[in-house]
């Protein structure tokens, strides 16, 4: 019995291994893929099994490690303000916000290591936002209490009082231009760019500091 060639549809003499027309064999096997087989995991949905011999990876989310230092690094900031209110000097209060950002760093991620160069980050970042809470607070408290004359009253005082001590004409002439408005501004803004860069520093010596004495607690 004839068949058609699965090439050519040239009938084909039952038994014969080719085509005479297109030479196509015509001894075919169909292997079908394996089909995984599903198995039912949690909650009653169906997954389809792993081949044999394929490596599973599973998918862990990894957190990042700036949306779980926000927290802790603000909260330290803001107990290095109130204790500066308090009466407790700057130096202290800035250099202890990076040690408390570690610590509270650690309170929530016990599991995470730690070590100086993380502590000096997580101090580098409460020195920021201490910095930022700083400013807001005193814009605040310049415009509600109208505090602005006596900040300028206090900058003219410290010009003066630099200009009692030096007699140097050139410094006498640098002086002059630091009372104009212009200068005031620049005095300012000087004293809010050394302030930011020393809170940095300090909160990071303290973070650093702090990671330092953890790590050498933790287990090896």
């Known amino acids: 019995m004839d068949h058609p060639c699965h090439k050519c549809n040239q009938p ?33 949905v169906l997954e389809p099994e792993p081949l044999p011999g394929a490596t599973v ?27 500066t209110l308090l009466g407790l000097h700057p130096l202290v209060t800035t250099v202890g916000a990076g040690g408390l950002a570690v610590v509270f760093y650690r309170q929530r991620n016990p599991l995470a290591p730690i070590r100086p160069g993380i502590g000096a980050q997580l101090g580098a970042l409460a020195g920021v936002l201490g910095f930022g809470m700083a400013m807001v607070l005193s814009a605040f408290v310049v415009a509600a209490l109208h505090k602005a004359p006596d900040i300028r009253k206090v900058l003219l005082e410290s010009v003066q ?59 090896r």
Not at 17 to 30: D, S, Y
Not at 67 to 82: D, Q
């Open 12 to 44: 084909v003499e039952e038994g014969l291994p080719f085509c005479a027309h297109c030479g196509a064999p015509q001894i075919r096997v169909a292997m079908a893929d394996p089909a995984p087989q599903p198995v039912t995991a949690a909650g009653g």
């Open 161 to 219: 009082q630099s200009a009692a001590r030096y007699s140097d004409p050139q410094y006498q002439a640098a002086l002059d231009l630091m009372r104009s408005p212009a200068g005031l501004v620049a005095m300012m803004v000087f004293a809010l760019i050394l302030g930011f860069f020393l809170c940095v520093v300090f909160s990071s010596l303290g973070g650093a500091l702090t990671a330092a004495l953890l790590a050498r607690r933790d287990p």
């Open 57 to 83: 990876i599973a998918a862990i989310p990894v957190p990042s490690r700036l949306s779980h230092a926000v927290a802790p690094c603000a909260l330290a900031a803001a107990v290095a303000i109130v204790l």
